[in-house]
């Protein structure tokens, strides 16, 4: 069973950084999409930054040149670095993989519990 552990989150001042990380165990074959959701108080879970396996990316236009996604293909884990936290950034966060089981076509998407991050102004 797929399993995804994320670390990272924290209390931190407006202007602050920090990097969550999600490593995932149990995946019987590969890896491809990986990225990272927000969830903020009262409101859905949105897309903030995805990574193929290849290592192309796309971000949520409120955070471009402020966080950065990465991945380490050997070691299955991704991670978001945040730099110039805002207010606005606080919520949960939540990581998420899609796998291809070897010798399956089909994909399946599994997802971290979620770490919180609390950006205050």
């Known amino acids: 069973q797929v399993q995804l552990v994320e670390s990272g989150g924290g209390l931190v001042q407006a202007g602050g950084s920090l990097r969550l990380s999600c490593a995932v165990s149990g995946s019987t074959g590969s890896i491809n999409r990986m990225a990272w959701y927000h969830q903020a108080p009262g409101k859905q879970r949105e897309l903030v930054a995805a990574?193929?396996?290849?290592?192309?990316?796309n971000y949520a236009d409120s955070v471009k040149g402020r966080f950065t996604i990465s991945r380490d293909n050997a070691k299955n884990t991704v991670f978001l670095q945040m730099i110039s936290l805002k207010p606005e950034d606080t919520g949960v966060y939540y990581c998420?993989?899609?796998?291809?089981?070897?010798?399956?076509?089909?994909?399946?998407?599994?997802w971290g519990q979620g770490t919180q991050v609390t950006v205050s102004s």
């Open positions: 998420h993989a899609r796998e291809r089981p070897r010798g399956e076509i089909a994909e399946y998407d599994f």
């Open positions: 990574i193929t396996s290849g290592g192309r990316t």
